[in-house]
T-cell receptor
Framework: GAVVSQHPSRVICKSGTSVKIECRSL??????MFWYRQFPKQSLMLMAT?????????EQGVEKDKFLINHASLTLSTLTVTSAHPEDSSFYIC???????????FGNGTRLTVT | AQSVAQPEDQVNVAEGNPLTVKCTYS??????LFWYVQYPNRGLQFLLK??????LVKGSYGFEAEFNKSQTSFHLKKPSALVSDSALYFC????????????FGSGTRLSIRP
């Protein structure tokens, strides 16, 4: 089945530094990738949608200069949390879709802790 | 606008009993409907989907879901629960429009007691 690899699974960084999270579709070409944020005991909040070769579409309230998304190829999207602060600590999950109507395939998530 | 409702935050079932996790949706036009399961500190795993065809959809791990257009529901079911089914379950919907996003419900925590 379709596999999405997300790396790292866990990262601890100091306030003010930047962190990059990678999301790769291993056995299919992802026309669209999505980045979600999940708070404890809550549902997934869509942060942005990215299509290969074009700028990401951010959801209302998500700072595009803080959460930089790059989708350089059909198999790789990256999320960079710039100048991280403790309130950015969260569980970030990426997902990818190969075609219309197909289910999303999710990475295993990244637990970000900003100290 | 699209929306998904999972009215139960938690469902408790004894092992071996049937389980149902409820989901209702609102979308313009025909929906794509999905169920996902999440284990602690992990991403979501796809269980099953409805796009068209038979209203009863069978998925992974013995789960099934029934699409009911008149009630706009897509409840997840399993005839006999296992302790290992304990997890967080999400219902999701997307309209046929390629520009529409997948919207997730708030999640239902399923707890199966031995």
């Amino acid at each position: 089945g379709a596999v999405v690899s997300q790396h790292p699974s866990r990262v601890i960084c100091k306030s003010g530094t930047s962190v990059k999270i990678e999301c790769r579709s291993l056995d299919f070409q992802a026309t669209t990738m999505f980045w979600y944020r999940q708070f404890p005991k809550q549902s997934l909040m869509l942060m942005a949608t990215s299509n290969e070769g074009s700028k990401a579409t951010y959801e209302q309230g998500v700072e595009k200069d803080k959460f930089l998304i790059n989708h350089a190829s059909l198999t790789l999207s990256t999320l960079t949390v710039t100048s991280a602060h403790p309130e950015d600590s969260s569980f970030y999950i990426c997902s990818a879709i190969s075609r219309e109507g197909a289910p999303l395939h999710f990475g295993n998530g990244t637990r970000l802790t900003v100290t | 606008a699209q929306s998904v409702a999972q009215p139960e935050d938690q469902v408790n079932v004894a092992e071996g009993n049937p389980l149902t996790v409820k989901c209702t949706y609102s979308v313009s036009g025909n929906p794509y409907l999905f169920w996902y399961v999440q284990y602690p500190n992990r991403g979501l795993q796809f269980l099953l989907k409805y796009i068209t065809g038979d209203n009863l959809v069978k998925g992974s791990y013995g789960f099934e879901a029934e699409f009911n257009k008149s009630q706009t529901s897509f409840h997840l079911k399993k005839p006999s629960a296992l302790v290992s089914d304990s997890a967080l379950y999400f219902c999701a919907v997307r309209a046929y429009s390629s520009a529409s996003k997948i919207i997730f419900g708030s999640g239902t925590r399923l707890s199966i007691r031995p």
